[in-house]
């Protein structure tokens, strides 16, 4: 078992930084990548950022030049870095770890959630 602890959130004003932090602890193995998505009220889960464990990322259009996303020295922890933050940002966002093993396959985790709040 994989438990995904997100922390980092909160309100911040437009063009402002935030960087948010989701650290796994547990059974972890074999992680094939981490990630986030996010989720504005009254809009479908979008998607962020995703990194591989070898080092690839990808972003959604919309962040493309001012998130970040990266992992520490272990590969247990991944960031996300939101520079120029804007009121569409504004959502719940929420980590993911996809992770291999033997007995089950691939599986996907997730963490809690943490606020994201970008005000005019």
């Known amino acids: 078992q994989v438990h995904l602890v997100e922390s980092g959130g909160g309100l911040v004003q437009a063009g402002g930084s935030l960087r948010l932090s989701c650290a796994a602890s547990?059974?972890?193995?074999?992680?094939?990548?981490m990630g986030w998505y996010r989720q504005a009220p009254g809009k479908q889960r979008e998607l962020v950022a995703t990194?591989?464990?070898?080092?690839?990322?990808n972003y959604t259009d919309s962040v493309k030049g001012r998130f970040t996303i990266s992992r520490d020295n272990a590969k247990t922890t991944v960031y996300l870095q939101m520079n120029s933050l804007k009121p569409e940002d504004t959502a719940v966002y929420y980590c993911?770890?996809?992770?291999?093993?033997?007995?089950?396959?691939?599986?996907?985790?997730w963490g809690q959630g943490t606020q994201v709040t970008v005000s005019s």
């Open positions: 993911y770890l996809d992770q291999y093993s033997v007995l089950y396959g691939d599986r996907r985790y």
């Open positions: 990194l591989t464990s070898a080092g690839r990322t």
């Open positions: 547990g059974t972890v193995f074999s992680i094939n990548a």
